[in-house]
């Protein structure tokens, strides 16, 4: 079986294909300046007209037959999915009543699954969902402290996201520690970009340090992460600035790149760091402190930790930082607790879940038939 794995953003199309069940990746690739007319992407479906056509120049199919599903990533699938579905004019619906909660990310996602359904009409398509898997996480944990109404009437609440990779990493740590990934205790640390730490208890997201949005939780390359709501409403005042341009300032202009001033990229700032930058120093010593802060904190809602797992681009490429967060750990469980290194690959995640439910699809037909 062939799967296309499809991430559309708002101007661009990443995409892999993978053979099943070897799960051997094919080819990868990313289609940039979606919309722009001049370099002939006017949307999303002359974007995937491009992809499909490069698989076959390719000869990674010699037609479109050959993609047997087509899996894509959901940023935003709020209450309503805790599991990847097969999608159909409901699902597509209900992506459409997400996207208040993920304006930036939901419709780009959903002109990918259009363009493909445009494109073949026939071939199964999965929507699979970066909260998903923390749909698990109790009600005690995911509400927030505020009056009942904002939950009831506008969904206000953590959803957590890095979901597919945080389930991968879990998984591809339960397979290099040989138990079952539904008997351990693991924390499972995304640090990019974008930064998430997620702790899960017998295979299950019990908490996370994303909520309504990614804004939520750890320090990041241009996030604030946790900080007093009164905060932003004490520069807005003293700035006079909208609430508009209050959320350019915590999403884009603050985190690593906020506090060093030079760059949000940590190889850039630990360079600047050693050369005696004390801003940049400053940043990467918040950085490193408020993960410290939510593991320790994890260790306690879990009652301890098999591993703790590091992955993304700075978490797997930084094996001195690792290393001092091993230190901290070993001191404080004893060593009991093994801290592991794991590449994510949440493209994989995707194409493999898309495998499992039109498999399960495909056996369902076949069982209606027979009887």
Same mark, same amino acid.
């Given at each position: ?5 499809i991430?559309c953003?708002? +101007?661009?199309i ?17 289609i940039?300046n979606?919309?722009?007319k001049s ?22 199919i ?11 990533r ?7 999915f ?26 780009a ?6 363009g ?32 009942m109404?904002y ?28 138990k ?16 998430s730490?997620?702790?899960?208890d ?6 996370? +340090? ?18 007093d ?10 700035e006079?600035? +909208?609430v ?8 884009r ?24 930058n ?6 990467i ?8 802060k ?8 879990l ?16 094996p ?20 592991l ?10 194409a493999?879940?898309?495998h ?16």
């Open positions: 079986m062939k799967i296309l794995v991430n953003g708002s +101007s661009s990443k995409y892999k294909v993978y053979e099943f069940p070897s799960r051997t990746l094919l080819i990868k690739g990313i940039e979606v919309g722009d370099v002939s992407v006017a949307n999303h479906s002359e974007g995937l007209k491009k992809v499909l056509s490069k698989l076959i120049s390719k000869k990674v010699s037609d479109l037959k050959e993609i047997n599903a087509v899996g894509h959901v940023v935003h699938g709020g209450e309503t805790q599991q990847p579905r097969m999608i159909n004019e409901e699902v597509i619906m209900k992506i459409k009543e997400c996207s208040k909660l993920a304006p930036l990310h939901n419709p996602n959903l002109a990918g699954i259009i493909c359904e445009n494109i073949m009409a026939n071939v199964p398509q999965v929507a699979v969902f970066d909260t998903a898997f923390h749909q698990t996480i109790p009600q005690y944990a995911y509400m927030y402290p505020i009056p109404k939950y009831k009437d506008d969904g206000v609440r953590k959803y957590g996201f890095h979901g597919t990779s945080h389930q991968f990493v879990a998984l591809a740590a339960a397979k290099k520690l040989g079952p990934f539904n008997a351990l205790k693991l924390i499972t640390c995304h640090l990019g970009n974008g930064c730490i997620t702790a899960i017998k295979g299950k997201s019990v908490d996370t +340090s994303m909520g309504l949005t990614p804004l939520e939780g750890l320090m990041m390359g241009t996030r604030c992460g946790d900080i709501v009164a905060a932003a409403f004490c520069v807005m005042e003293k006079a600035i +909208s508009k341009e209050m959320d350019m300032v915590l999403n202009k603050s985190g690593l790149l906020g506090i060093s001033g030079i760059s949000n990229d940590i190889r850039v700032i630990r360079k600047a760091a050693d050369k005696g004390p801003s940049a120093k400053l940043a010593e918040m950085f490193m402190y408020r993960i410290k939510y593991i320790g904190a994890y260790l306690l809602v009652g301890g930790a098999d591993a703790v797992c590091f992955t993304a681009g700075i978490g797997e490429n930084n001195d930082l690792i290393k001092e967060f091993k230190k901290q750990i070993d001191k404080l469980t004893s060593k009991k607790t093994k801290v290194v794991i590449p994510t690959d949440e493209e994989l995640m995707i493999s879940l898309t499992e439910v039109v498999t399960a699809s495909i056996k369902k037909k076949n069982v209606i038939a027979l009887s």
